[in-house]
């Protein structure tokens, strides 16, 4: 049995280690990267003498997909510090407040820290609002929050929360994509967005939030690597199905030179890639899903490591969010839209560490700039909100070009549409951070899903 995997990321590899599970030791199993490297957005790199991840950095652990694997896998594995969050609201650095969902609250005085009086007083009155009433419908998250709270509390944390895990602001997401369970509360009969809230954060889970890999999450793609043929450096151009199976034309690789087979005939594919590439590998093979592959949009986003010198003071908090709302005290906008204090969030971490996080959907901002005049930006930045000014004693800046999906209005139908027009085609599955979410575990669920559809196709090849 030959199944290719298309796409280096976790996705793929995730796909890769549960079809060498679910198939045996004899199955060959492809994974074809166009990139120099595996992990995609997972990367971790020797900054200043310590392993650091420059890409995703943790993962939910009350998410059971990654933790599940990590265990599997035997990794060890850590979790944050004590220290709490921050995030800049009307020029003011103040800790996140509990009692909210992604910033939508549960009652007004959860978030009484981070707005004005005429803001907390729309939050106080949004529970006499007409009820809410989905009716199985979608909506515009910004324009749902800023009908019911008004323009304070999404401009001040509702945006920076999602900024932080999107790269898209509050004006741009759907509300089911990216608030499930709020929107299941509102189906279930709340009627207002404070109930649904409440009602979601009454039912807390104990333990830690986040956990991480101390070596990196590199360790956990080299794993995931170990038992399949890695081919880099080799774009896919074109995928057709044959008689028998599925082919795949392979393009020129990093090199510059032709691969020494150009084509790579399998019984199984697994797509794992972004939607752009989604889309074009599928026009002509399933139609209905590469149409709607291409409705989904991307951002481009960016991190600036900061390696300081041994003793520099950071702030005693994990680190800060910042909306695009906010300003600098010379009224220009900040070049990031998060710092993680990393040396004072992970106590594994021998150094003073730092990460600027940069780039929002329809907003590349500060990505605009060369690495060196980046570095600088994103050093003003933390100058300004944290008061820190020493020179880093080392840095690097990574970029993912259309790096984050956009979970707009309509995506989990857009994604239902994907999934069934290629369940139609046997042999043939997709995942990816484009489906049913952009972190870690949701990643490693989608892959786990395509390897179980494409083993459970191959077994039945064989019972014939």
């Known amino acids: 049995m030959r199944v290719a995997i298309v ?14 599970d679910l198939l045996g030791p004899d199955a060959v199993i492809t994974v074809v990267e166009q990139t120099d490297r595996l992990g995609g957005k997972l990367r971790t790199v020797d900054l200043a003498g310590i392993r650091y991840d420059v890409g995703a950095e943790a993962y939910l652990v009350r998410r059971p997909e990654a933790a599940a694997l990590v265990a599997e896998l035997g990794i060890e594995i850590t979790h944050p510090t004590a220290a709490r969050s921050t995030v800049r609201a009307g020029g003011v650095t103040r800790p996140i407040p509990g009692g909210t969902m992604l910033g939508i609250p549960a009652s007004a005085g959860a978030v009484s820290d981070v707005l004005s009086e005429e803001g907390l007083r729309r939050v106080e009155a949004e529970p006499a609002l007409p009820p809410l009433r989905l009716e ?25 929360l999602l900024g932080g895990v999107y790269a898209g602001g509050v004006d741009s997401l759907g509300l089911r994509a990216t608030l ?20 979601v954060i009454g039912n807390p889970t104990g333990g830690p939030v986040f956990g991480t890999v101390p070596s990196g999450l590199s360790t956990l793609v080299d794993r995931l690597a170990r038992d399949v043929d890695v081919r880099l450096g080799v774009p896919v151009r074109l995928l057709e199905r044959t008689e028998s199976g599925w082919r795949l034309t392979l393009g020129a690789a990093a090199s510059g030179h032709e691969p020494a087979d150009p084509v790579l005939d399998v019984d199984a594919v697994v797509l794992a890639v972004p939607p752009a ?40 908090t994990s680190g ?39 780039g929002r959907f329809g907003d590349p901002g500060a990505l605009l700039a060369d690495d060196d005049e980046l570095v600088r930006l994103v050093r003003d930045d933390l100058a300004e909100l944290a008061g820190v000014t020493a020179a880093p004693i080392d840095t690097l800046v990574t970029r993912w070009g259309g790096g984050l999906p956009q979970y707009g209005v309509g995506h989990v139908e857009l994604a239902r549409r994907i999934e069934e027009a290629v369940a139609a085609e046997p042999g043939l599955a997709v995942a990816g951070a484009a489906l049913h979410g952009v972190g870690v575990p949701a990643c490693i669920g989608t892959g786990e899903a395509a390897a179980r559809r494409v083993a459970a196709h191959l077994h039945t090849l064989v019972a014939k």
């Open 180 to 199: 499930p369970q709020l929107a299941a509360a509102i189906d279930g009969g709340a009627t207002s967005l404070t109930a649904a809230a409440a009602t």
């Open 136 to 160: 199985g419908a979608d909506l515009g998250l910004g324009a749902l929050i800023r009908s019911r709270f008004g323009d304070e509390l999404p401009d001040r944390l509702i945006d920076p």
């Open 320 to 358: 800060v969010l910042v909306g695009a709302a906010e300003r600098r005290g010379d009224g220009k906008p900040f070049a990031v839209k998060a710092f993680t204090y990393s040396a004072t969030k992970w106590a594994h971490l021998d150094a003073v560490v730092v990460r600027g996080s940069v």
């Open 7 to 20: 796409g280096g990321g976790i996705s793929g590899l995730a796909a890769a280690h549960r079809l060498r």
């Open 277 to 316: 590439a989604a889309r074009r590998l599928l026009d002509g093979v399933v139609a209905v899903a590469a149409m709607a592959y291409s409705r989904i949009e991307t951002a481009s986003v960016g991190v600036v490591a900061l390696a300081l010198p041994p003793g520099t003071p950071l702030p005693d």
